[in-house]
T-cell receptor, first 114, second 112 residues
Framework: NAGVTQTPKFQVLKTGQSMTLQCAQD?????MSWYRQDPGMGLRLIHY???????DQGEVPNGYNVSRSTTEDFPLRLLSAAPSQTSVYFC?????????????FGPGTRLTVL | DAKTTQPPSMDCAEGRAANLPCNHS???????VYWYRQIHSQGPQYIIH???NNETNEMASLIITEDRKSSTLILPHATLRDTAVYYC?????????????FGGGTRVLVKP
C-alpha cells in the first residue's frame, strides 16, 4: 500500500490564484481530514469527511472548500489564495468503527502564497 | 477535548530512556490519552494510546497515573531518529471524523 499520498509537494501561488491540493489513500479508510501547520505551531483541522459525500468543517475552514466523491480521494481547494494561507498542509485518513482510530498522515504539501 | 500541558523541549542522551510528561488535569472519564510524533518536515506518526491502564507497544510505553490527571510516554532506548516533536492529545475515541486537536508538543532532541 502507498498509504496516504499528497500532490504537489511544493507550490507557490500569487495572491488571488486558486488551486487544488490532492490527497489520496489506498487503505479503504472511511475518514479523511485536512490539517494546516504554520511555522512552529501544531496542526489545525481545516475540514474532514466521514465518508463519500459527507464533509464537515474543522477549526479553520474559511477560504477552503472540500468534496468527497470517492472513498479514496479528498481534494482541498483554495478559492482565492491569500498570504495568510502560506503553510504546510497535511492530509490524514483513518478507519471508522474500530477499537483503534489511528490516523495516518501524508507527507504534506508546502504552499507559499506571495 | 481536555487541554494538555507539555514541556516545550527536552534533551535526551542516545541509548537512554526518554520520559516525556503530559498533564491533563481536566480529562473526562471517557477520554483517552494519545501520543503522536512529528519528525522534521514529515506528517505526524501515531505512537500509542491508552485509557487508564499502562500500555506498551514496539515503539513506546505509556504510563497513566491512577487519577488520570497526567501521563508519561517512555521511549526505552532513544535513538537519533527519535528526535521529533511529541504531541500528547486527550480526546474521546472515535470522535466525529476521528479529529485530533494538536497543542504545542514537546520538542525532543536526542544527542549522541
Amino acid at each position: 500500500n502507498a498509504g496516504v499520498t499528497q500532490t504537489p509537494k511544493f507550490q507557490v501561488l500569487k495572491t488571488g490564484q486558486s488551486m487544488t491540493l490532492q490527497c489520496a489513500q489506498d487503505m479503504n479508510h472511511e475518514y479523511m481530514s485536512w490539517y494546516r501547520q504554520d511555522p512552529g505551531m501544531g496542526l489545525r483541522l481545516i475540514h474532514y469527511s466521514v465518508g463519500a459525500g459527507i464533509t464537515d468543517q474543522g477549526e479553520v475552514p474559511n477560504g477552503y472548500n472540500v468534496s468527497r466523491s470517492t472513498t479514496e480521494d479528498f481534494p482541498l481547494r483554495l478559492l482565492s489564495a491569500a498570504p495568510s494561507q502560506t503553510s504546510v498542509y497535511f492530509c490524514a485518513s483513518s478507519r471508522a468503527g474500530q477499537t483503534t482510530d489511528t490516523q495516518y498522515f501524508g507527507p504534506g504539501t508546502r504552499l507559499t502564497v506571495l | 477535548d481536555a487541554k494538555t500541558t507539555q514541556p516545550p523541549s527536552m534533551d535526551c542522551a542516545e541509548g537512554r530512556a526518554a520520559n516525556l510528561p503530559c498533564n491533563h488535569s481536566t480529562i473526562s472519564g471517557n477520554e483517552y490519552v494519545y501520543w503522536y510524533r512529528q519528525i522534521h518536515s514529515q506528517g505526524p506518526q501515531y505512537i500509542i494510546h491508552g485509557l487508564k491502564n499502562n500500555e506498551t507497544n514496539e515503539m513506546a510505553s505509556l504510563i497513566i497515573t491512577e487519577d488520570r490527571k497526567s501521563s508519561t510516554l517512555i521511549l526505552p532506548h532513544a535513538t537519533l531518529r527519535d528526535t521529533a516533536v511529541y504531541y500528547c492529545i486527550v480526546r474521546v475515541m472515535r470522535a466525529a471524523g476521528n479529529k485530533l486537536t494538536f497543542g504545542g508538543g514537546t520538542r525532543v532532541l536526542v544527542k549522541p
